[in-house]
């Protein structure tokens, strides 16, 4: 998966954003929520005014506080006025080093030509693979559960952009309803991720999971 230093996803779907957002932010070693230190969020509650722009560059002038980069993500974008979007540029040019945005819209027109131009554009559509439920469900039947890995594991290629899915998935669960289950499991998830990265076999990081 490449990550781009500026990204600008296009979708009406508020947990289709918010899944994509935490795919991004997954793949870059964040959870995407309000306690991680080194992620700005700019929406509804923080306002979109000029002075949010300030609160930008002062965020990504500093340095991470506890992970090797910092994000930056705007939610429903189109919301800042035109002086706030003109102000924006600058930091969508020049991120700086390790540093990345993330921009939200469902009203593409309402964006300056300049904000796209600058921007890795992600548009996702109502019937998106984002807005699925989960795949990965374990019954604790050991038969049952190797033969959904089975299942699962036939699609080589597929099986990494799954498994960041499923983490958005359980993520956000968690953050719904802290869970000792769901917890354990996001960490079998990231682990069987790092495997694959590390080119251990797709099927055995998928076993991972079931038998962990």
Request: glycine content about 2%.
């Amino acid at each position: 998966m490449d990550i781009f230093p500026s990204t600008l996803i296009i979708a009406k779907n508020k947990e289709t954003v918010d899944q994509k957002i935490c795919q991004i932010c997954s793949f870059l070693d964040h959870q995407f929520n309000q306690n991680n230190p080194d992620i700005l969020l700019i929406n509804q509650d923080s306002g979109w005014g000029i002075d949010q722009i300030r609160k930008i560059n002062n965020f990504l002038s500093q340095k991470p506080f506890s992970h090797q980069s910092k994000i930056v993500v705007i939610l429903e974008i189109q919301n800042l006025n035109s002086e706030s979007q003109n102000a924006l540029l600058k930091n969508l040019e020049e991120p700086g080093s390790n540093n990345y945005l993330i921009l939200s819209t469902n009203k593409i027109k309402s964006i300056l030509p300049t904000i796209l131009s600058r921007c890795q554009v992600v548009k996702i559509s109502e019937k998106s693979k984002f807005e699925n439920k989960t795949q990965i469900v374990i019954t604790g039947n050991l038969s049952k559960d190797l033969a959904l890995s089975e299942k699962l594991g036939k699609d080589k290629e597929g099986i990494l952009p799954l498994l960041e899915n499923e983490l958005c998935f359980y993520q956000q669960q968690l953050t719904k309803n802290p869970d000792q289950k769901n917890r354990i499991l996001i960490e079998k998830i990231i682990k069987a991720i790092q495997m694959i990265n590390a080119n251990v076999d797709p099927r055995n990081a998928l076993d991972f999971i079931f038998l962990a």
